[in-house]
């Protein structure tokens, strides 16, 4: 389990380093915009060859109300969120951030945790992190977090408090990773697929909802071409 917390901490690490970008010099909203669809196309390939295709091997019932469930599981929480006004967390403009820093903050942590539980459930399954996970998360944190950093500095918060809610998010991180690894030592078996098979839907709907229209908007046309480098980069990683 605490290499599975390593994990989680090395990943989600890189949401300050993108907050730390923000707040020493912010790249063009374009570079930003690419970044984000080069990861997404690693984190796509992963969720397909990592995760649903393993789980989908090991029972197909169970996996396939795994990621049902997971996908329901985060478009619910996701709408909760947006309703509350955390739905421009990724916004790099931040007036519309102003007002809603506790829906900002669950917003956030809720968009790691998909991300985290694989790395965890992962490792207890297969006895190592799949590598197109890490890469994918990784790439995309950094302009995620950017964006999300640069909006809030905007919108009036402060350098310390925009760092405080990424090691908020951080913190989560690690035990997401950790309860990833626990729930599939408890589950076992055939249980694992049910596990693997909700963070991959989940994942899928994170990517959709926040990660690709961020992507497209700030990118340009040019964001389809990095998506699908990025799921060329993770299938080759896979």
């Given at each position: 389990?605490?290499?599975?917390?390593?994990?989680?901490?090395?990943?989600?690490?890189?949401?300050?380093?993108?907050?730390?970008?923000?707040?020493?010099?912010?790249?063009?909203?374009?570079?930003?915009?690419?970044?984000?669809?080069?990861?997404?196309?690693?984190?796509?390939?992963?969720?397909?060859?990592?995760?649903?295709?393993?789980?989908?091997?090991?029972?197909?019932?169970l996996a396939a109300a795994g990621f049902?469930?997971?996908?329901?599981?985060?478009?619910?929480?996701?709408?909760?969120?947006?309703?509350?006004?955390?739905?421009?967390?990724?916004?790099?403009?931040?007036?519309?951030?102003?007002?809603?820093?506790?829906?900002?903050?669950?917003?956030?942590?809720?968009?790691?945790?998909?991300?985290?539980?694989?790395?965890?459930?992962?490792?207890?399954?297969?006895?190592?992190?799949?590598?197109?996970?890490?890469?994918?998360?990784?790439?995309?944190?950094?302009?995620?977090?950017?964006?999300?950093?640069?909006?809030?500095?905007?919108?009036?918060?402060?350098?310390?408090?925009?760092?405080?809610?990424?090691?908020?998010?951080?913190?989560?991180?690690?035990?997401?990773?950790?309860?990833?690894?626990?729930?599939?030592?408890?589950?076992?078996?055939?249980?694992?697929?049910?596990?693997?098979?909700?963070?991959?839907?989940?994942?899928?709907?994170?990517?959709?909802?926040?990660?690709?229209?961020?992507?497209?908007?700030?990118?340009?046309?040019?964001?389809?071409?990095?998506?699908?480098?990025?799921?060329?980069?993770?299938?080759?990683?896979?």
């Open positions: 389990m605490l290499e599975a917390a390593l994990w989680g901490l090395v990943t989600a690490g890189s949401l300050l380093l993108g907050a730390a970008i923000a707040i020493a010099a912010r790249p063009s909203d374009r570079t930003v915009g690419l970044t984000i669809a080069l990861g997404s196309g690693a984190l796509i390939a992963a969720i397909a060859y990592e995760l649903v295709l393993e789980a989908f091997e090991t029972s197909f019932g049902t469930l997971g996908a329901v599981a985060f478009y619910a929480g996701d709408w909760t969120i947006d309703r509350r006004g955390g739905h421009g967390r990724k916004k790099l403009a931040g007036p519309q951030l102003a007002s809603a820093a506790s829906a900002i903050v669950l917003g956030t942590v809720l968009d790691g945790i998909p991300e985290s539980f694989v790395l965890g459930a992962s490792l207890r399954t297969d006895g190592a992190v799949p590598i197109a996970v890490v890469v994918g998360v990784f790439v995309s944190n950094v302009p995620e977090s950017l964006s999300a950093s640069s909006g809030l500095l905007a919108s009036g918060w402060t350098r310390v408090r925009v760092l405080g809610m990424w090691i908020l998010v951080l913190a989560a991180s690690v035990v997401a990773a950790s309860l990833g690894w626990l729930a599939l030592a408890t589950l076992g078996g055939d249980g694992g697929a049910f596990a693997l098979a909700f963070a991959g839907g989940a994942l899928l709907v994170m990517l959709a909802d926040t990660l690709m229209p961020e992507a497209f908007e700030l990118g340009g046309r040019e964001a389809g071409l990095l998506t699908a480098l990025g799921f060329a980069l993770g299938f080759g990683l896979s």
